[in-house]
């Protein structure tokens, strides 16, 4: 399984960008799909998650600001980010966890991560 994460760029504060992560799998094959995070010198975080279901959820700091949703026919999760702030900068990487049966462990698959950078 391969994940395409694109998207990242550089914005002013206040300004917006939409990330992509396009699945070459059947994203309805993943138990969950996420966003992280990883700034400078700090490790990484998550940020958003959208559940096989599609329940949704995402960190305090982001809350009104950042959307997480996901397109199952082209198989490509989305992180729609507004209202950006310096702090934001990051490279953002997606995820997605293939749940195993049993108690074998799920396997996790990462994108090679895409760089935003929010300028003050």
């Known amino acids: 399984v391969q994940l395409q994460a694109s998207g990242g760029g550089l914005v002013q504060a206040g300004g917006s960008l939409r990330l992509s992560c396009e699945a070459s799998?059947?994203?309805?094959?993943?138990?969950?799909m996420s966003w992280y995070r990883q700034a400078a010198d700090k490790g990484r975080v998550m940020v958003a998650i959208?559940?096989?279901?599609?329940?949704?959820n995402t960190i305090d700091s982001v809350k009104g600001r950042f959307t997480i949703s996901r397109d199952m026919i082209k198989n490509t999760v989305y992180l729609e980010m507004s209202s950006l702030k310096p702090e934001d900068t990051a490279v953002y990487y997606c995820?997605?966890?293939?749940?195993?049966?049993?108690?074998?462990?799920?396997?996790?698959?990462w994108g090679q991560g895409t760089l935003v950078t929010v300028s003050s």
């Open positions: 995820n997605a966890e293939r749940k195993m049966p049993d108690s074998t462990p799920s396997i996790v698959y």
């Open positions: 799998a059947n994203i309805v094959s993943f138990a969950t």
């Open positions: 959208i559940t096989k279901g599609g329940s949704t």
